[in-house]
Structure formats: structure tokens, C-alpha cells
């Protein structure tokens, strides 16, 4: 079928959703729990109807998921002087603007209200984990798609699919550097045009960067995608040095992946996070060389 590209935001599906959206699978941890399944209904359903321009609905989040956010709150401001990049998204200088709490977990219009000011983007709610293409396309409008909903509470160190820890502590706060918003905005851009084989590429590069990626400070290796920086469990695994590492080439052919795939077991790295973004919008570039005015007009290019 040929692409339809997306010329405001409103023409980006935020409907159609991979994986578990509210029917949960027999591996996932909350299958079992009614309770837990209601809930993921009700918090689907706000993200559903929401229109753009409302503010986005304020969840009342029960004690028992503000539990699962202290937790993951207090071990990763553990491991997060030693192990997060301070460079790439300067993820430990945005970090204090949204004055997290471990008492409380974020909401979603506050947090896009400080994105605005900062940089243009914005939070669109998703009931789940998106298409790749829509969630890409969403990116070239300057709007990330979020969860707003909780991982169950059994597993506070693993979710299979994303949640609102992953996105509000991974991916939110580099969301406020200029300089990698811009990155991320460009990828977006890349993606409106794209045909399925670039999109399948495109969604690999941003796996193993955005949600993935390592970088080198001074000796060390230190996280910077969001999968890594939202999970202790992961960023112990990272911290342990049992992975592989290698050096990130995104005009290589890059290995499958998947979200059942557990801890990774290899890292790509960037040697630095300005070698990492021109090689990535390098490889953007090449995407957007067809590229009708009329789309780069919708999306600031010209
Ligand atoms: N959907 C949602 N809701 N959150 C994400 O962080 C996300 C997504 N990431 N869909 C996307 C896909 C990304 O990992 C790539 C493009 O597949
Ligand atoms: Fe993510």
C-alpha cells in the first residue's frame, strides 16, 4: 500500500497498538490480576479520547502504584551518579528541571508543559506501545507519544512493554536538551517518507540508541537509552560489564530485536554523543533527500 504521509499531527494514528494494549498476554505479569486489568482499561480509554490541544487527564494514581514508582525511584538515584551519561541529552542536567519526587508519580501535562518551554516538544498519550511508524511520524511534529499507565507491581524491576517509568524517566528528560531534541526531531523527519524496509531500519537505529545506546565519558561506559537509564535491573546488568560492546555503525544492516528479548546482551556505543548524531543525521539526510516541499514545510525544514 503506498505511505500516507502525515501532514500535522492529527493525521498521525495514535490508534493503533502492537502487543498488549489493554488485553494482556499469559506472560505478562499482571495476566492474572483483574484488578490490574480494569485499571489498564480505564487509563487506555483516557489516552483514546484524548484530543489534541486538551490538556491531558490527570491520573489519581492508587498507593500501590506509587509504591512501584518509589521503588524504581530509589534504586536508580543509586546507580544513576555512576552509570548515566551526563552528555549525551545531558540526561543529569535535565533531570532536576522536573523535580521528581519518589512520592509521586509525574503527570503527564506537567511534564509536557516543561518540554514545551524548553524545547517545542510535547506529550501526546498513547494507550500502548505504538506502531513503529506512527511513533516515529509523531516525532517529526515534535510530539512524543507517552503511556501513562503503571507496570504491575510484581515486577517493578521489568516491564515487557513500555510504561509510564520508561517513558517519563528514560525518555522525558533528554527530551529537554535542544541538542538532542533536535536529534530526535530530525529521526522523525526521516521517517515521514520513509518506505517499510527504512522504517524497519530506522526503527533499529533508534532501538539501539534512543532505547538502547551506550556512550563513552572519560574511561567509562555510561547509559543513555531509555530502556537502560528506566530500568535498574537493566542498568545493573549494563553496570556489571557482562555485555557486549560495540561500536555503533547505522549504515550497517543491524541485528533484530524484540521486546521479549530480556537484558541485552550486547551494547552499541557511540564514542561520543557528536559523533553519534552526525552519523545518525547523516543517515537521516539520505531519507529526506526526496522529500516533497509541502512536507518540509508541515515540519519546519523550510
Ligand atoms: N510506543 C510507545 N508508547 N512508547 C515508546 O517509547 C515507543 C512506542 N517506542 N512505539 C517506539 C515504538 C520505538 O521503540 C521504536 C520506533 O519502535
Ligand atoms: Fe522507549
Known amino acids: 500500500a503506498p505511505i500516507k504521509i502525515p501532514r500535522s499531527l492529527a493525521e498521525v494514528d495514535n490508534g493503533q497498538i502492537l502487543g498488549f494494549s489493554a488485553d494482556l498476554s499469559e506472560d505478562h505479569p499482571g495476566f492474572h490480576d483483574a484488578v490490574y486489568k480494569q485499571r489498564r482499561v480505564d487509563i487506555c480509554n483516557l489516552a483514546r479520547t484524548h484530543q489534541i490541544g486538551q490538556p491531558i487527564r490527570r491520573i489519581a494514581y492508587t498507593p ?146 534512543v532505547e538502547f545506546g551506550v556512550v563513552r565519558e572519560g574511561g567509562d561506559v555510561k547509559a543513555f537509552g531509555a530502556g537502560v537509564l528506566s530500568s535498574f535491573g537493566e542498568l545493573q546488568h549494563m553496570a556489571a560489564d557482562r555485555a557486549e560492546l560495540v561500536p555503533l555503525d547505522v549504515s550497517a544492516p543491524l541485528p533484530k530485536m524484540s521486546y521479549k528479548d530480556g537484558y541485552q546482551q550486547r551494547y552499541f556505543v557511540l564514542e561520543s554523543f557528536e559523533e553519534g548524531a552526525a552519523q545518525l543525521k547523516a543517515y537521516c539526510r539520505t531519507l529526506h533527500q526526496e522529500m516533497p516541499d509541502e512536507v518540509r514545510a508541515a515540519v519546519g525544514l523550510l
Open 64 to 209: 500501590e502504584e506509587v509504591d512501584v514508582w518509589r521503588t524504581v525511584m530509589t534504586e536508580l538515584q543509586q546507580l544513576f551518579p555512576q552509570h548515566a551519561c551526563k552528555e549525551v541529552g545531558r540526561f543529569l542536567r535535565c533531570w532536576p528541571l522536573f523535580n521528581f519526587s519518589p512520592d509521586e508519580v509525574p503527570q503527564l501535562e506537567d511534564l509536557s508543559a516543561v518540554l514545551q518551554r524548553a524545547t517545542g516538544f510535547q506529550i501526546r498519550p498513547v494507550a500502548g506501545l505504538l506502531r513503529p511508524r506512527d511513533f516515529l511520524n509523531g516525532l517529526a511534529f515534535r510530539t512524543f507519544h507517552s503511556t501513562q499507565y503503571m507496570r504491575h507491581h510484581s515486577s517493578p524491576r521489568y516491564t515487557p512493554e513500555p510504561d509510564v517509568v520508561h517513558e517519563v524517566i528514560g525518555h522525558v528528560p533528554m527530551l529537554a536538551d535542544p541538542a538532542y531534541a533536535d536529534l530526535v526531531h530530525q529521526i522523525g523527519i526521516a521517517s515521514l517518507t520513509a518506505d517499510d524496509k527504512q522504517i524497519w531500519h530506522l526503527t533499529k537505529v533508534y532501538w539501539y540508541t
